[in-house]
């Protein structure tokens, strides 16, 4: 085979090379064809210029992958890690300033392994809870994509008791800046001015948005589930391996 032949094959047993490259943490599986024409990428010395090239899932580890004349790890199975995201870091791979001063990311907090990897259920920086990070791209996809309509779910506590009517008006929606915010579900919680929410789509900041228009405030807002995966005991700060759910395995 030529060193920059495109290259494919049966897709029987095997993983596709936008996969494979999302499971390294290299791009998501939908940027995958933009990053071939961008990038040297190579399987045992040969050129990848082809979608549809696969590499054996059984003998994942035997090959060699590089990008631009770097080898990289080949991942034999998809890992997903659960964190507890504390109050104060920022969900993303890039440092950002406020006021001036460099807020800490959540990637601050994790082992360097982890830096690459993709991320879902992203929380505005006072906010705290679950979060799922994975090598697996389409995993991260499948989680957050408002398209897939995965169940969340929060515990929120408000600056004051909520009316009926309130929470009714949260169970139907209410429009703000051109979109239509609302819970899935909201039932009252074990102490005054505690409620457990639950969202389907999770529009930027829609919990505090929506509830700011009541003219209420949050003092804390944590999440408990993301789709099958739960916060369970964790401490914030706190992080764990845990094994490959369906996102859809708690619909």
């Known amino acids: 085979m030529k060193p920059d032949a495109d290259v494919g094959g049966d897709s029987s047993g095997k993983i596709r090379i ?3 490259l999302a499971r390294a943490g290299l791009v998501s599986r939908r940027g995958a064809a933009e990053f071939l024409v961008a990038h040297d990428v190579r399987i045992d010395g040969n050129r990848v210029h082809d979608l549809n090239f696969y590499v054996d899932e059984q003998t994942l580890g035997t090959h060699l992958l590089s990008v ?12 997903v890690l659960l964190f507890h995201k504390p109050r104060g870091l920022v969900c993303s791979h890039k440092h950002q300033k406020e006021r001036g001063k460099e807020l800490r990311t959540i990637f601050d907090a994790l082992p360097r392994e982890y830096a690459a990897w993709f991320f ?10 679950l979060m799922v990070l994975s090598n697996d791209g389409d995993h991260i996809y499948a989680l957050s994509h408002p398209s897939q309509r995965v169940l969340k779910k929060y515990r929120v506590q408000t600056t004051r008791p909520l009316s009926p009517a309130e929470m009714s008006r949260c169970l139907k929606g209410i429009i703000d800046k051109g979109e239509k915010l609302k819970f899935e579900k909201m039932t009252p919680g074990t102490v005054p001015a505690e409620y457990e929410v639950w969202l389907r789509e999770g529009k930027n900041r829609e919990i505090r948005r929506l509830i700011e228009r009541l003219g209420v405030f949050i003092r804390k807002l944590v999440r408990l589930e993301l789709g099958p995966y739960q916060l369970g005991t964790m401490a914030p700060g706190a992080y764990q391996l845990v094994a490959k759910i369906d996102p859809h395995a708690s619909a």
């Open 68 to 79: 631009d004349g770097k080898p990289v790890t080949l991942q034999a199975a998809a890992e």
């Open 18 to 20: 936008g996969k494979l």
């Open 120 to 129: 879902a259920g992203r929380l505005d920086v006072n906010s705290e809870g």
